[in-house]
């Protein structure tokens, strides 16, 4: 999933970004609950603090967008998240958008970010296709014509079409002459949010209610993540 998410955003950003990728050595193969949102948000905190100073605007690759307000919080840089960038830019290419999902599980969770942003008026619903999926790595493959026709039936309650979830990553590209509506691909909603972000504002969200916090000594965290939110020099960093 890593490398179709990188594939997909690589396709909409200029020659002269360079795209990053990185996987969480900890979790699970993709997200379906909110417990395994909270899971995931500290993972890329983790990841975030590993590299801090190596990038310079940051990505949060599934569609939840799990950790985007506290690493908006904890670094002094643009992040974005799929969810919330795809929801942005269909706000400007139709009075409503609807997400398309291969999974109905997904639907309370994905449905939250809704609410987080506070468009609940422009929101369509969440649909998915009747069909089942095997490997989830095999998605996008599998569930292309249940998906399609899934995207033409949001079409009908909506002018714009997000397909919501990793897995679905590149997808909107290969069956946009199919659906009636705009498709929009969240990872390069977000991506491109984030290149338009840093060369804006730098710095990204640092000041107000996402100023960075006081230091704080923390217990057991990953010695990166401890050190950036004590504000002391990492022990990787030293090195």
């Known amino acids: 999933m890593t490398d179709r998410l990188a594939a997909s955003a690589r396709s909409v950003l200029p020659p002269d970004v ?8 900890e979790g699970f193969a993709y997200i ?16 975030l603090a590993e590299r801090i100073g190596s990038f310079d605007a ?16 904890l670094f002094d840089l643009p992040v974005t998240g799929m969810s919330e960038a795809a929801m942005l830019a269909a706000l400007a290419l139709g ?6 999902t291969f999974s109905p599980r997904l639907a309370p969770w994905y449905e939250e970010q809704v609410t987080r942003t506070g468009i609940e008026r422009r ?8 069909a089942d999926f095997g490997s989830i790595s095999d998605v996008a493959q599998d569930l292309r014509r249940p998906l399609a026709e899934t995207c033409r039936r949001a079409a009908t309650r909506a002018d714009v079409v997000i397909l919501a979830g990793a897995p679905i990553a590149g997808l909107a590209s290969d069956i946009m002459d199919e659906v009636p509506a705009v498709l929009l691909d969240p990872i390069q909603a977000a991506a491109l949010q984030a290149l338009a972000l840093h060369r804006l504002r730098p710095l990204g969200a640092n ?5 960075r916090p006081p230091a704080k000594e923390s217990t057991g965290l990953p010695e990166p ?15």
């Open 95 to 100: 009075q409503r958008f609807a997400f398309v």
């Open 18 to 25: 360079d795209l990053l990728p990185v996987t969480a050595r």
């Open 123 to 130: 929101f369509a619903g969440t649909f998915t296709p009747d």
């Open 207 to 211: 000041a107000g209610s996402f100023a």
């Open 32 to 47: 379906s609950s909110r417990a395994e949102a909270e899971i995931a948000g500290a993972a890329v905190l983790s990841m």
């Open 225 to 239: 993540l401890s050190s950036w939110i004590a504000r002391k020099p990492s022990e990787k960093g030293k090195e």
């Open 58 to 73: 940051a990505v949060i690759g599934a569609f939840g967008d799990p950790g985007l307000g506290a690493a908006r919080e």
